[in-house]
């Protein structure tokens, strides 16, 4: 078998190009979404980042504040700077780009973001709502995946689904998504002592490591969609997922590349987030 690709930069222009239309509307009702992107210190990989979501929000019509800091900007000042956007009323969403500088604590600075502004998904009240099940903001990757799913009509209903992975960011809000869809979830972890054991029964596996090749072609049942949310380096330097590609894309049914697949979807998510913000805040006032 050879697996179908599941294409996120094609999926997420189309989405793109649906928030856009939804900028249009607000526009007309003299509203303009607005997102402001925190950044505090130098880190290469968070400056490439912070640039494609600024550059995002200006493709699809929304404002957009860039607000750089020096990696020394004491916690005080940040928490007051989020307070401040948090007031802003041109401003309908908030991300602190991670990682922070050690001094900074980072749940404190989340938690000072406005839970009605917090797009990221990350605030501990985003998390408890889709802990229960109430409306909230999704964390952008496992939104992304989800939608993956959905375009490929692969409803999760009944399905297996196996996550690997943990993190507050990924892998538990996956797995929180999925349990909504009404999958039977396996979540794994680095404690697990088969990891084959558990992705071999799996009709959806999300990796979400930060390692290479840690779902080869003997772990996945033909047939399933594999979903690689990593992000590394192979030892020529290129950017490769948690899966080796070229074993599994053999066994699987549908696979994400990397890159060029959940990575823009995330991106896309983020906007799908802010223009929610915007039109919910829009609504608010009356
Ligand atoms: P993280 O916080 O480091 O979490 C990694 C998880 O993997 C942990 O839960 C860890 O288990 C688990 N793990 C480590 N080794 C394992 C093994 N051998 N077998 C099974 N599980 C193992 O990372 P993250 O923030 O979730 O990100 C994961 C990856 O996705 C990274 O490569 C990151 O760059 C990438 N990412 C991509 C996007 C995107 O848009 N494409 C977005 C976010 C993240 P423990 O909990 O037991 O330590």
């Known amino acids: 078998m050879t697996a179908k690709l599941i294409d996120g930069n094609a999926l997420a222009r189309h989405i793109r190009s649906e928030v856009a239309q939804r900028v249009a509307a607000l526009a007309e009702q003299g509203h303009r979404p607005g ?11 968070s400056q490439v980042y912070v640039k494609h979501k600024v550059a995002d929000c200006e493709s699809v019509g929304m404002h957009s504040v860039l607000d750089r800091h020096p990696a020394e900007l004491p916690e005080a000042e940040l928490l007051a700077r989020i307070r401040e956007l948090n007031a802003d009323p041109g401003i309908h969403g908030i991300l602190v780009q991670l990682p922070l500088p050690a001094h900074i604590d980072a749940n404190k600075v989340i938690e000072t973001i406005s839970p009605a502004k917090d797009v990221d998904g990350f605030h501990v009240a985003s998390a408890g709502a889709l802990m229960i099940g109430r409306a909230g903001f999704k964390a952008c990757t496992p939104y992304g995946c989800m939608k993956m799913l959905e375009s490929i009509g692969c409803d999760p209903r009944g399905k ?8 507050n960011i990924v892998g538990k809000p996956m797995a929180m998504l999925l349990l909504q869809a009404n999958a039977t979830v396996t979540v794994c972890h680095s404690a697990t002592p088969d990891l084959a054991h558990h992705t071999r029964q799996a009709d959806i596996v999300v990796a979400a490591v930060g390692k290479r090749n840690v779902l080869t072609a003997d772990m996945v049942k033909p047939g399933a969609v594999v979903i690689d949310v990593g992000m590394n380096r192979n030892d020529e330097g290129k950017l490769c997922g948690d899966v080796d590609f070229d074993g599994v894309s053999k066994v699987a049914g549908w696979i994400t590349p990397v890159p060029g697949g959940v990575g823009p979807m995330t991106r896309a998510m983020l906007l799908v987030n802010t223009i929610e913000a915007a039109e919910l805040s829009t609504l608010a006032q009356g």
């Open 160 to 167: 297996h689904a196996v996550v690997i992975g943990r993190s």
């Open 35 to 45: 997102l402001a992107v925190i950044l505090v210190g130098h880190n290469p990989a």
